[in-house]
């Protein structure tokens, strides 16, 4: 597991000050078990729900659709989060495997 978020690591190296922008996902593949943590970028990959086509559940402000796929093996995972106003979770679904808390 470690190797893959040192992966990660690379491509998002976020600045320390601003660890804040960043959300820790952390999911476990449905077929072969592999504990995934993935980090998401609240600025661009969680996209704000306007009301007028709003699609998800009532009071939630914001959701994040991310597309996860481990290493030991090339089963994808599909996650959608939905957020309230402070990034609080209002209601989350997957496929492919199940949420790590
Ligand atoms: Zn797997």
């Given at each position: 597991m470690t190797g893959f978020f040192n992966n990660l690591k690379k491509?998002?190296?976020?600045?320390?000050d601003s660890s804040s922008n960043f959300l820790t996902l952390k999911v476990?593949?449905?077929r072969c078990?592999?504990?995934i943590e993935v980090k998401v970028r609240k600025s661009t990959d969680i996209s704000r729900i306007y009301e007028e086509n709003?699609?998800?559940?009532?009071g939630a402000t914001y959701f994040l659709r991310k597309e996860v796929l481990g290493k030991k093996c090339n089963n994808l995972i599909y996650a959608t989060i939905?957020?309230?106003?402070?990034?609080n979770v209002v209601s989350k679904e997957i496929s492919g495997g199940e949420f790590l808390d």
């Open positions: 491509f998002f190296s976020p600045p320390q476990k593949c449905g078990g592999e504990e709003q699609e998800g559940p009532s939905y957020f309230g106003p402070y990034f």
